[in-house]
């Protein structure tokens, strides 16, 4: 074995000594719009998967830049800057089939000629699935590879035969995995179709015997939902009475008579049109009918320094069903802010804003930080005392976003939804008998856990399956993968003719031009 684990019958060269390296065209304003518009690709259009043309843009190039910047059959594009940067140096091979194209500077092509596209292809994506680029990569937050870089970046090259071999196997190898990954995607898919499923039932009263049915068969009484919610609403009115009260006494006040009642205000009930049929015993109550919500602290720049500084949540901190605590940020909140916006174990945490499909997605807190406050991109639900059961709310909200119910209230703008404390608070909330409720909660866990379970599974097996590819593509470009064949063409022979059919189709002119470009 030669340098960096290459064959000693392989060779070891520099990118642009066998191929042309080309940084794509400048974007620019003023080439918007123009009398000769051109379909460009730039780094969005470069997956792991090859040339994504669903969102392709144009420019306008001129002849001679249209000549220089087309992309040919077998071309090889990688992206040259991400934010991420295990995404630098992501290539992609270039079919003519697609048509005419040209391509942006977050592109680099690499045109390494027939004989060598397929392999030097497979040999960026092992580079790229390694974190080579990534390695070579320069920036803060946005990650540049350069095309210089590039120009110079070492490729192992051995005999023809060799690599056609090499090719077929690796084609072989990661098309098994292709296939193995989208089974797996399939599964993903399943699972989430099977989650709504569940949550579905949930909320429609599908899962478990109703407790209606249930006290029929057993000849006993039950307590409707209807006498539910009117008791939870007798609630609401007391600690608002109660705290109306500590307020008048501490300010030396006492009631002259009962007119002060007549202030509160009934939280509304959900709009009855449309509203589908729920099981015997159930009603639909609104989410401010059975409990108090309450919007986020504004962050504003006066809160991000202080005397009370304090952590709290945002959106970015809410998943599906789940708190983040790994990101928290902190601003001030003084004693009163703290005392309304603290949360305690087993508030609900709803996204405000959020992607369309996204919007109310929600996780209960369970605890985990002391004093923790919440943003203004959040509303906390809190359960009336005696009210429905959290883990029931939960499930409540988990269905309303996969069934699109917060999504179809909410504003849009710009690709993100907004659903205000108005719609949150009007939003429609099924309502069961408590102990039917128990029973939802318990036999929801235990079927989303089989879900978990599975997904975690399959989670894992996509990482082992990441694992191979990486480890295949090394195997293949240290000679590793295939077996040696004395009677192929040697790799020096090989890069003797690719220098002098180099040689003869650039002139030192167009060489300086294009090196000059780079």
């Not at 934010?83 to 270039?94: C, D, F, L, T």
């Not at 596209?117 to 040999?123: D, T, W």
Request: with cysteine.
């Amino acid at each position: 074995m030669s340098e960096q684990g290459t064959p000693a019958h392989w060779a070891r060269v520099r990118l642009d000594e066998v191929a042309e390296v080309r940084l794509g065209r400048q974007r620019s304003p003023a080439r918007a719009t123009g009398p000769n518009m051109v379909p460009y690709l730039r780094a969005a259009n470069v997956t792991w998967h090859g040339i994504d043309l669903t969102d392709v843009k144009e420019m306008d190039f001129n002849p001679t830049e249209v000549e220089t910047y087309r992309l040919r059959d077998g071309d090889i594009l990688l992206s040259e800057a991400s934010g991420s940067a295990g995404e630098v140096g992501k290539p992609a091979r270039y079919s003519s089939a697609s048509g005419l194209h040209c391509f942006q500077n977050t592109l680099i092509r690499v045109r390494a000629g027939e004989e060598l596209a397929r392999f030097f292809h497979l040999h960026f994506l092992k580079d790229a699935m390694l974190g080579e680029f990534a390695k070579a990569s320069r920036g803060v937050g946005i990650h540049h590879l350069g095309a210089e870089a590039l120009s110079g970046w070492p490729v192992n090259v051995p005999p023809v035969g060799e690599q056609n071999r090499i090719v077929d196997a690796l084609d072989n190898y990661l098309s098994r995995l292709d296939a193995a990954v989208a089974s797996l995607k399939a599964a993903q898919a399943k699972l989430k179709a099977y989650r709504a499923s569940v949550l579905k039932a949930a909320v429609e009263g599908r899962l478990v015997p109703t407790e209606a049915a249930l006290a029929r068969a057993e000849k006993r009484d039950f307590e409707s939902a209807d006498v539910l919610l009117k008791r939870i609403l007798s609630e609401r009115r007391r600690r608002w009475e109660e705290a109306e009260l500590a307020k008048m006494k501490a300010a030396g006040r006492a009631p002259k008579d009962e007119k002060w009642r007549a202030k509160y205000e009934e939280p509304k009930a959900p709009e009855a049109k449309g509203l589908p049929p729920l099981p015997e015993g159930w009603c639909w109550a609104s989410v401010d009918q059975v409990g108090d919500v309450l919007l986020g602290r504004q962050r504003a720049p006066q809160y991000l320094t202080g005397r009370w500084s304090r952590p709290y949540l945002r959106v970015a901190n809410i998943k599906d069903d789940r708190v983040d605590l790994g990101d928290v940020e902190e601003m001030d909140f003084d004693e009163a802010h703290f005392e309304k916006y603290v949360l305690r174990p087993g508030d609900i945490l709803v996204s405000e804003g959020q992607s369309p499909h996204l919007v109310g997605q929600s996780a209960i807190y369970l605890g985990g930080i002391e004093g923790l406050c919440f943003q203004k991109t959040l509303h906390r639900f809190r359960a009336v005392e005696g009210g429905p059961a959290t883990e029931f709310a939960q499930l409540v909200f988990r269905a309303h976003v996969r069934m699109r119910v917060f999504q179809k209230v909410a504003s849009i703008t710009t690709n993100i939804a907004h659903l205000t404390l108005e719609k949150f608070k009007e939003s429609r909330f099924p309502l069961p008998p408590s102990a039917e409720q128990e029973r939802i909660v318990l036999e929801s866990a235990r079927l989303l856990s089989v879900a978990d379970a599975v997904e975690k599974q399959v989670g894992t097996e996509r990482a082992r399956i990441k694992r191979l590819r990486q480890a295949v593509l090394k195997w293949a470009f240290e000679g590793k993968l295939v077996d040696q064949d004395p009677t192929d063409e040697p790799a020096e022979k090989l890069l003797g003719r690719i220098r002098a059919e180099r040689a003869n189709t650039e002139t030192p002119k167009t060489t300086r031009r294009a090196r000059k470009s780079q």
